[in-house]
Antibody
Framework: EVQVVESGGGLVKPGGSVRLSCATS????????MNWVRQAPGKGLEWVGR??????????DYAAPVKDRFNISRDDSKNTLYLQMNSLKTEDTAMYYCVIEMDAWGKGTTVTVSS | EIVLTQSPATLSLSPGDRATLSCRASQSFSGSYLSWYQQKPGQAPRLLIYGASTRATGIPARFSGSGSGTDFTLTISSLQPEDFAFYYC????????FGQGTKLEIK
């Protein structure tokens, strides 16, 4: 059974940074394209970014609102995905989901950006 | 960026009714890159349909997807009480995007 568990969320001040982690099991992590999707309170889903498998180049893509502020990385030896979030804004407040191949979703971790 | 526009924003139906949800794209793309998700309050989304028309594992046959180009449809043939939820379309043809969602509520 595939398992996806996000962690690292919490309360952060505007302009601050936080790193989210996503631990996975039950799959060949190194072969998977991994995504982050967020959902602001009471709003719809917003794709944040993804990182391809190393065999497909290992590159990352980002949505325009987070490009140049967020960085996605992966540690295939630990089956873990990361989201480094810098220069945080109040509009980054959301539930952040880790998603494997846009199929298997974690339960999410909440990031609140507030002074 | 491909903008996905879902309609209606809210659909009010009764159990046993047929539901038809629309997703229109700002530019044409292959249906291979179109998915549908269901989300219930307090839960993570669940993949229903991928490739525009292929049901994901464990998804009941009352859910079906169709469409191509710029117009895609999710149909629920006979609504069950557990089907009342939010539904999102999603494309991965280029940088991924989601539609704004349709709320399917009990009439």
């Amino acid at each position: 059974e595939v398992q996806v568990v996000e962690s690292g969320g919490g309360l952060v001040k505007p302009g601050g940074s936080v790193r989210l982690s996503c631990a996975t099991s039950g799959l060949t992590f190194s072969n998977a394209w991994m995504n982050w999707v967020r959902q602001a309170p009471g709003k719809g889903l917003e794709w944040v970014g993804r990182i391809k498998s190393k065999t497909d180049g290992g590159t990352a893509d980002y949505a325009a609102p987070v490009k140049d502020r967020f960085n996605i990385s992966r540690d295939d030896s630990k089956n873990t995905l990361y989201l480094q979030m810098n220069s945080l804004k109040t509009e980054d407040t959301a539930m952040y989901y880790c998603v494997i191949e846009m199929d298997a979703w974690g339960k999410g971790t909440t990031v609140t950006v507030s002074s | 960026e491909i903008v996905l526009t879902q309609s209606p924003a809210t659909l009010s139906l009764s159990p046993g009714d047929r539901a038809t949800l629309s997703c229109r794209a700002s530019q044409s793309f292959s249906g291979s890159y179109l998915s549908w998700y269901q989300q219930k309050p307090g839960q993570a989304p669940r993949l229903l349909i991928y490739g525009a028309s292929t049901r994901a594992t464990g998804i009941p046959a009352r859910f079906s997807g169709s469409g191509s180009g710029t117009d895609f449809t999710l149909t629920i043939s006979s609504l069950q009480p557990e089907d009342f939820a939010f539904y999102y379309c999603h494309q991965e043809y280029n940088l991924p995007t989601f539609g704004q969602g349709t709320k399917l509520e009990i009439k």
